[in-house]
């Protein structure tokens, strides 16, 4: 039988690449829904393409041109915010990809491990900020979550290679980024195109500025506690500048298990689709002499500090990563509308979180409100409305 996909945030860089995937696999698999915010146009170029049953624009002020551009097409077109809920629970949905950005994904995450689904989640904010909900809700209603992050598809398949309780540690790679060496000193004058300049990853805007502050790996390691259940105390970060080795699973006889490919998110979004089973695809074959070699380093704490504030966050539990996130989403849309400088970023989190008192989550409603307070907060700092 096909599978039925829906895509949340088809438009993005994951969203792009899910639907080439997806052609590439043929029969097999099918589009039910795809999903954009504000980019109305390539959602109407991909509807006309791909043909889903159901349509989604999140923000309302953009719906009436979608329907000028769908004119006379029959799609079923929902509109706002909780459109992506109702999306996720059409009985024709049995695999949601979750590719939007930021804790905007969590309501969706939620109802599609609610009601039972395979939930490809590339959106590691939800994972991040109510990674407890979010796998307890998958547990109790028979949800599989399946990475799409690269770093945790691999961790996911070395983990085949053993028993959960035979791990003895997790490393995590990650490129290092843009200002990989830097000292904190380098990054006060950084431009927002020194910062968008990635090295080997092509990403959205968000995860790009992400990477080069190392938030992007700082919540990475939450994600990584949630989705493989083990103590943050076991998982450690590796800064390799190839992005060619995915990440590495040390189990306690001393092996470790890693999986490699070439920097090129089609292969995870792929492998989270076609789990169990790996087919042929579009991806580019690794060719090791070619790369000819492989360097391994550790992170520089001081100068990037939001992968020891993780490490905290982690432990503190409750309300804290989700000001940890919130507070940053925030400020790297100010950084990237040219309001605030990098280091800014950094700051205006460690503010947020110095000033916070911790709760426990027992809902959603918990996690939107400490959302809410920590966007608030920034903006108050910054002398924004609120
Ligand atoms: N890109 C990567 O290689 C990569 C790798 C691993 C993990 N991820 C994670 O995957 C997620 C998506 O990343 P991306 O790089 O694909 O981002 P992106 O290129 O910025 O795309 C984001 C998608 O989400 C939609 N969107 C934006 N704001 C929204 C909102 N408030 N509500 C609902 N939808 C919204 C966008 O619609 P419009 O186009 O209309 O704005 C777009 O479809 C992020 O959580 C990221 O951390 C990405």
């Not at 490809?120 to 990674?131: R, V, W, Y």
């Not at 399946?146 to 691999?154: F, I, M, N, R």
Request: hydrophobic fraction near 45%.
């Amino acid at each position: 039988m096909s599978q039925g996909i829906a895509i949340l945030g088809s438009t993005g860089s994951i969203g792009r690449n899910a639907l080439r995937v997806i052609s590439g696999l043929g029969a097999g698999y099918h589009v039910v829904g795809l999903t954009a915010h504000s980019s109305v146009e390539l959602l109407a170029e991909q509807t006309r393409r791909y043909r889903p049953q159901f349509v989604a624009v999140t923000d309302c002020d953009y719906a009436e041109r979608f329907r000028e551009l769908l004119d006379g097409w029959e799609t079923e077109i929902l509109v706002g915010p909780e459109s992506l809920t109702a999306l996720v629970e059409s009985d024709a949905v049995d695999t949601v990809l979750t590719a939007v950005v930021g804790a905007a994904g969590l309501p969706s995450a939620l109802a599609a491990a609610r009601s039972g689904k395979r939930l490809a989640i590339a959106n590691k904010e939800p994972l991040a900020i109510a990674g407890e909900l979010l796998t307890r809700i998958a547990r109790d209603h028979g949800s599989t979550l399946l990475p799409v992050d690269s770093e945790h598809s691999a961790v996911f398949q070395a983990m085949q290679s053993g028993r959960a309780s035979e791990v003895r540690k997790i490393l995590l790679t990650g490129s290092g980024g843009p200002f990989r060496g830097a000292t904190r000193r380098d990054l006060e004058d950084v431009t927002v195109e020194e910062a968008l300049d990635h090295p080997t990853w092509q990403m959205g805007p968000k995860i790009t500025i992400d990477s080069a502050t190392l938030m992007n790996k700082a919540l990475e390691v939450i994600e990584a506690r949630w989705l493989f259940d083990v103590s943050v105390d076991k998982i450690e970060v590796l800064i390799h500048p190839e992005s060619i080795v995915h990440s590495l699973v040390e189990f306690v006889d001393g092996s470790v298990i890693a999986q490699l490919g070439e920097p090129d998110m089609c292969l995870p979004i792929q492998y989270a689709l076609t789990y169990p089973r790996r087919v042929a695809g579009i991806s580019k074959p690794l060719r090791l002499e070619e790369i000819g070699r492989l360097h391994f380093e550790r992170p520089e704490p001081e100068t990037f500090r939001a992968l020891t504030l993780a490490y905290d966050v982690a432990r503190m539990g409750g309300t804290s990563p989700v000001v940890f996130n919130a507070a940053n989403e925030t400020a790297v849309e100010n950084f990237l509308a040219g309001q605030i400088s990098f280091v800014q970023i950094m700051e205006l989190v460690e503010h947020c979180l110095d000033k916070h008192d911790v709760r426990p989550t027992a809902c959603l409603d918990d996690v939107l409100e400490a959302d809410a307070w920590a966007r608030e907060e920034v903006k108050g700092r910054l002398g924004q409305e609120v």
